[in-house]
């Protein structure tokens, strides 16, 4: 199984649902959870939407399969425009692969061959952020910065960097305590400033690109301090290093918009981009890149000798523009920006529980840390994390009827993403269920 010990598979202990509708979803005994992790960052129109389905199915009955290399159809020609008017600024090159990784695989191998292409052969070389999750695949997990998940397949893909990430609440010990995160603007402005230094360390000439997500999740949703891309984009021309938005999670409306960068105002060189393009109705992934990318590539015999049997698919981007219609039909981004308030708010309401440390995310996108005293921040160490994360958490949560996760690749933490139909009404029940766990979780430690 993918992440999961295998002995719960022998146990008998894996969870096997089988059904969904809106934001809930059924396991084999008939139990029902909401889905308040969208899937995996997914869901975002919800399970068992037959409009999605009955495309799916024409589709395959039409043209089931034929492959982007040299060739085109239909729909992956339609989506491309379709994902370029949405995206910022002059992204309007759209490459498709399978899934989020091989959009990052793709990303990373298109900034090495475009720099060979512009003759600037040497820059090569990426820098990601501290606890980031890219992606499985050798180079998407070599820009991942998460060495508990690296350490099994070392060596990894060379030349890659880590900068610090944006957790304002942890500012102190990310800074070594020069600064304390009370000052949002000057933390954003100091962790954008290691991306130079970093730059600086290796030599701008070997730098090709720098790999950020708008709310970075793992380590459980940082979102930007204010002015923190808007330096990094200084940064990055001022190095002509690219900058890369990894928005697998946070493109089509996770947080209010269609991309990350049109919520906090930045342009990217590149958007990698996957899950919520088809809500998960069949896989899709779509690296998206600038005119200035393309360019060399446009020209004589020049090729990106790079490619996914399935990226893509005929299904799947007939689903993804369907799925697109629907979020303008039905108003998917302004619902988001509409409600997100309430949902935080609601969330917020843990915060008088003396486990919650912080409360953080935009959108629909949430992380809520948890921390053994609240007082001095301390964090639970390995064994705790495990009783607490493993042994209690995550089944407890689950028995609640509230499938989200609980997650210990940084500080402990638990994520919410609900699909993007939630309301109130799932709000407070994601706040009751929660409340009712983790008050349960405090008085056993
Ligand atoms: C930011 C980010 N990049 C890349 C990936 C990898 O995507 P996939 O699992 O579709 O390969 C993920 C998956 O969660 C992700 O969150």
Redesign the pocket.
């Known amino acids: 199984m993918h992440f999961t010990r295998m002995s719960s598979y022998d146990t008998a202990d894996v969870p096997i649902i089988v059904r969904g509708d809106g934001a809930y979803v059924w396991d084999a005994q008939g139990r029902k959870y909401l889905d308040a992790l969208g899937g995996?960052?997914v869901s975002q129109l919800g399970h068992g939407r037959t409009d999605l389905a009955e495309v799916a199915a024409k589709q395959a009955s039409e043209l089931a399969f034929f492959p982007l290399w040299s060739y085109a159809h239909p729909t992956a020609i339609e989506l491309a425009a379709k994902i370029a008017s949405y995206a910022p600024g002059d992204l309007n090159r759209v490459f498709f692969t399978?899934?989020?990784?091989?959009?990052?695989e793709s990303a990373w191998k298109l900034a090495k061959n475009y720099f060979k292409l512009v003759g600037k052969p040497m820059k090569h070389k990426v820098i990601s952020r501290a606890i980031?999750?890219?992606?499985?695949?050798q180079g998407?997990l070599s820009i991942t910065g998460l060495p508990g998940l690296k350490a099994p397949f070392e060596p990894l893909v060379p030349s890659t960097f880590r900068v610090p990430n944006t957790n304002a609440y942890r500012a102190s010990e990310i800074t070594g305590g020069f600064l304390d995160g009370s000052d949002p603007e000057a933390f954003g402005r100091w962790a954008a400033d290691q991306i130079a230094v970093a730059i600086e360390n290796e030599g701008a000439e070997t730098v090709a690109a720098v790999f950020l997500?708008p709310v970075?999740?793992?380590g459980g949703c940082f979102p930007p301090p204010p002015g923190y891309f808007q330096r990094v984009r200084e940064i990055c021309d001022q190095y002509d290093v690219l900058l890369v938005s990894?928005?697998?999670?946070?493109a089509y409306g996770r947080l209010g918009h269609m991309f990350g960068a049109e919520r906090y105002g930045y342009q990217p060189d590149i958007i990698?981009s996957?899950?919520g393009l088809t809500s998960g109705y069949s896989?899709l992934?779509a690296m998206i890149a600038s005119d200035r990318i393309y360019e060399p590539f446009a020209h004589g015999t020049e090729t990106f000798l790079h490619g996914y049997t399935f990226g893509g698919h005929p299904v799947s981007t007939a689903v993804a523009l369907k799925n697109l219609e629907i979020f303008e039909d039905e108003k998917i981004n302004e619902g988001v920006r509409d409600r997100e308030g309430a949902f935080r708010a609601t969330l917020e309401k843990l915060l008088d529980l003396p486990i919650v440390g912080d409360v953080r995310g935009d959108g629909f996108f949430y992380g809520i840390e948890l921390v053994k005293d609240k007082a001095t921040k301390e964090t639970f160490d390995e064994d705790e994390s495990e009783r607490l994360l493993r042994g209690f958490l995550s089944k407890a949560l689950y028995d609640a009827g509230l499938y989200c996760r609980a997650d210990d690749r940084g500080d402990p933490v638990i994520q919410l993403s609900p699909p993007l139909i939630c309301g109130q009404e799932h709000f407070d029940e994601i706040e009751q269920k929660l409340r009712a766990v983790l008050t349960e979780a405090a008085d056993l430690l």
């Open positions: 995996l960052f399978s899934g989020g990784g091989e959009a990052v980031a999750y890219h992606g499985t695949t998407a997500e970075q999740n793992a990894d928005e697998v999670i946070c990698t996957a899950k896989p992934g």
